[in-house]
């Protein structure tokens, strides 16, 4: 479901650094991450998504999902922007 979420977004932020930003600018809608990714690179990520109180929804893979996000490398976080 996230997958197909991803797809469809207009405004997206790849990669952990990026998502990161787009939550401290309160930019985020929703975040996505990898489970396969390594817990303690997207620890902060989920931090500050519960903090601000952030939807944040798993997928399985970091290759699917970059896939999703139309890039050739995996993706650990996604951010869905507000338009």
């Known amino acids: 479901m996230s997958y197909e979420k991803v797809k469809q977004a207009k405004h997206l932020s790849i990669g952990l650094k990026q998502t990161l930003k ?10 996505v991450v990898a489970k396969d990714a390594e817990r303690r690179v997207t620890q902060k990520v989920i931090q500050l ?6 939807p944040i929804f798993y997928v399985d893979s970091m ?3 970059g896939k999703a996000c139309g890039i050739e490398v995996g993706a650990s976080t ?6």
């Open 22 to 31: 787009s939550l401290e600018r309160d930019a985020a809608l929703e975040i």
């Open 49 to 54: 998504a519960e903090e601000k109180k952030v």
């Open 63 to 65: 290759k699917q999902l």
């Open 78 to 83: 996604v951010a869905i922007l507000r338009s």
